[in-house]
């Protein structure tokens, strides 16, 4: 049940744009975005639950396209804080799994300035 | 609010030693998790409580790890024995069951174990 991210790591200059997908093959509940520095913890950046809208915050949105159980999460206008590893999270319908989430492998993302 | 706190922050061990580590959740919330995260990879889930239930540990590897939660608050993992595959970072993760962001699970700093 893990779900796949894609790309796998992304190079940006300070102000481009990226976008990091996360897909499952199954049917999921909601989709959380985290981001993780190295020797950190993750942070969590985003929930998006299966009918609800999509978010954002600041240049960071996400949507999540219910029928292709697929998010994608968008970064714009790249600041050097944006570095890290980012990770979906994926929870099934919400009658089965009592919050479990599973984690896809991972984007790096690295920002030069 | 302080967050999810572990300890320790670093833990290196000789295969076939022990080790144990700590979590304290944010406070107020019920459920409790327990990742192992691989270098260059997501955080699997190992075990999962609520309040000082289990409610899923099909990923423990029970021969060699073991977890409570005896009070419904703090947590500790152990691994007995350790073998060289288990260095990895363990992170505790811990969610709200009333109220408001139920959904959200908030991560500790995690405990870098390494097994030489």
């Not at chain 2, 609010?1 to 979590?23: L, M």
């Not at chain 2, 099909?58 to 005896?70: I, V, Y």
Request: net charge positive; glycine share 8%.
């Amino acid at each position: 049940q893990q779900p796949v991210q894609s790309p796998q790591a992304v190079i940006l200059r300070e102000g481009e744009d990226a976008v990091i997908n996360c897909s499952s093959s199954k049917a999921l509940y909601s989709v959380h975005w985290y981001r993780q520095k190295h020797g950190e913890a993750p942070v969590f950046l985003m929930i998006l639950l299966k009918g609800g809208e999509q978010k954002g915050h600041e240049k960071i949105s996400a949507s999540f396209n219910e029928k292709k159980q697929q998010s994608s999460l968008y970064l714009t206008a790249s600041q050097l804080s944006y570095s890290g590893t980012y990770f979906c999270g994926t929870r099934a319908d919400r009658g089965s799994t009592l919050g479990r989430l599973y984690f896809g492998r991972g984007t790096q993302l690295t920002v030069w300035p | 609010e302080a967050g999810v706190a572990q300890s320790p922050r670093y833990k290196i061990i000789e295969k076939r030693q022990s080790v144990a580590f700590w979590c304290n959740p944010i406070s107020g919330h019920a459920t409790l998790y327990w990742y192992q995260q691989i270098l260059g990879q997501g955080p699997k889930l190992l075990i999962q409580f609520q309040n000082n239930g289990v409610v899923d540990d099909s990923q423990l590897p029970k021969d060699r790890f073991s977890a409570e939660r005896l009070k419904g608050v703090d947590s500790t993992l152990k691994i007995q024995p350790a073998k060289l595959e288990d260095s990895a970072v363990y992170l505790c993760a811990s969610r709200k069951v009333s109220g408001e962001d139920t959904d959200t699970q908030y991560f500790g700093p995690g405990t870098r174990l390494t097994v030489l």
